[in-house]
């Protein structure tokens, strides 16, 4: 973590995007093994430990930016946002 960034950008988006990418990527690599639903726990198990755990727990900085990734088409249009927030935020300092 970089407590003192000046620009922090915590993304997230629901365990069933997440999951419906993550099923995609395993077929399209040929597992065929695993169900959506499957997954969907697997990503819900995973948060509520990743959130929960005594040590470092997950959780979105106080001064961050909330972004939801299952509102872009593509990595690159989350990134082309990313960057744009970066030059808009750099232009008003």
């Not at 000046?6 to 993550?22: D, G, M, N, W, Y």
């Not at 819900?44 to 872009?72: I, N, Q, Y």
Request: glycine share 4%; hydrophobic share 40%.
């Amino acid at each position: 973590m970089l407590p003192d960034a000046e620009i922090k950008l915590f993304v997230t988006t629901s365990p069933e995007i997440r999951a419906q990418r993550r099923f995609i990527e395993m077929r399209a690599k040929g597992d065929s093994n695993v169900t959506l639903d499957e997954i969907i726990a697997n990503v819900k198990m995973r948060d509520h430990l990743d959130t929960t755990r005594k040590e470092s727990p997950l959780r979105k900085a106080d001064d961050a930016v909330e972004v939801d990734s299952g509102k872009f088409a593509s990595a690159e249009e989350q990134i082309a946002w990313a960057v744009d927030y970066f030059h808009q935020f750099m232009q008003g300092k």
